[in-house]
């Protein structure tokens, strides 16, 4: 069922993009690593650590503990977290090459580096009490990110580390879970130190990206469609489209549409010779549980828990006959966002919401060209966001 709506979205969208992209014929040895090895392969150094969270599911965190270059400087450098979005994974902090990376860019610029990975995606998908093979194991939305993996990954981070604070870096989902878990848990909320926002994203209502066509299809069929377990896996259809089609010349702008179909694109800050590398480590995988979530808050223009489908139900999750809303104004975080002014998901409109409901609103920057993915992946995302997030870290230090 998705590739007959990539193929609807491909229809529409290849007699704008055609020509957009450049030649695709090359290879990245980093397509085909994990994400230590992506790090090592540019002589940084690379840790991987296991984190439990208090409903059994075992994460993967990947750490750069200091720069190429600067491994002689013993000194206890300043913790960030980088935690990615939906159906993404921590590759996306090194995809790119060292200086347009914001995972070695912070490395270098004298940062403890660490990347989380959300529970389900390619590198987290172990539980202790169930196998991916049960639905019970995907029974869970970005409501458990917040409520348990942040947490869990944040209180790792700060004891292995000895420090107090950590500074949050979140891109889309990852400032979603955020924005639940530092304005639901105050005393995890003291543990950070400034919250970086990319892209943000709390309600869909305005959204162009396909999550809000899907708003009009019944949840029922949903349901049916993609079943009760994992949502778009990385598997042995997209490697093959990755390895086989997207590295011949002819058919590169239906790949790149095929990459974009939520986000959107902007061909000219997309950096080509990367896009294997891309494609290869995208989609890392989600629940189904979490893609209804998002359609629940596009129809009800909320940013709300998971309704579990009936008033006892939620009786039984929240205590009450509706998912509650979360209240962004109890999140007290000091908070900088940069937002895109072409982003189909967060879209302009929905951001300029949610920006008044931030009490601690330190800094806010819209880049007129940026979509979704620029944040992580723009040529120029160093110019544009990479060195005013260094800028504010460095100020903010003591």
């Not at 000895?162 to 639940?180: K, N, T």
């Not at 530092?182 to 396909?210: C, D, G, M, R, W």
């Not at 994992?230 to 490697?239: A, G, T």
């Amino acid at each position: 069922m998705w590739l007959l709506l990539a193929l609807a979205s491909l229809i529409s969208a290849l007699g704008t993009a055609h020509g957009y992209f450049g030649q695709l014929n090359i290879e990245n040895p980093e397509a085909n690593m994990n994400i230590s090895q992506m790090i090592s392969y540019w002589g940084y150094p690379s840790e991987e650590h296991e984190v439990l969270t208090a409903d059994g599911y075992v994460l993967t965190v990947n750490r750069i503990p200091h720069g190429k270059k600067d491994s002689e400087n013993r000194d206890r450098r300043p913790v960030v977290y980088l935690q990615h979005g939906f159906l993404a994974s921590a590759t996306n902090w090194v995809t790119n090459l060292p200086n347009n990376s914001l995972g070695f860019i912070l490395a270098d610029a004298g940062y403890d580096v660490w990347m989380g990975n959300s529970r389900g995606n390619t590198w987290s998908r172990r539980n202790l009490f169930y196998s991916p093979d049960t639905t019970e194991f995907w029974a869970f939305s970005f409501d458990e990110m917040a409520e348990y993996d942040i947490p869990a990954t944040i209180n790792f981070i700060l004891q292995k580390t000895g420090q107090e604070q950590i500074s949050y870096v979140g891109h889309s989902q990852g400032v979603s879970i955020g924005l639940i878990a530092f304005s639901t848990n105050p005393n995890l909320a003291k543990k950070v130190k400034t919250f970086y926002a990319l892209a943000p994203v709390a309600t869909l209502t305005y959204t162009k990206s396909i999550l809000g066509k899907l708003s009009y299809v019944p949840m029922f069929i949903l349901r049916l469609m993609f079943g009760n377990k994992m949502f778009f896996s990385y598997n042995f259809l997209d490697k093959f489209v990755a390895d086989q089609v997207c590295s011949r010349k002819v058919i590169n702008s239906i790949c790149s549409n095929t990459l974009f179909l939520f986000c959107g694109f902007d061909a000219k800050n997309l950096n080509m010779s990367r896009f294997d590398i891309y494609l290869s480590h995208n989609p890392a995988g989600t629940s189904v549980q979490d893609i209804l979530h998002w359609y629940q808050v596009k129809n009800a223009k909320k940013f709300q828990a998971y309704d579990w489908g009936s008033p006892s139900q939620n009786m039984i999750h929240y205590n009450q006959p509706t998912p509650r809303v979360y209240n962004i104004t109890a999140m007290e975080v000091p908070i900088a966002v940069w937002s895109g002014g072409n982003d189909w998901l967060a879209d302009p409109k929905d951001v300029n919401l949610l920006l008044p409901k931030f009490p601690n609103l330190i800094y806010h920057k819209e880049i007129p060209s940026y979509n979704h993915l620029d944040f992580i992946w723009a040529v120029n995302s160093p110019q544009e966001i990479y060195n005013e997030i260094l800028s504010i870290m460095d100020s903010r230090k003591n």
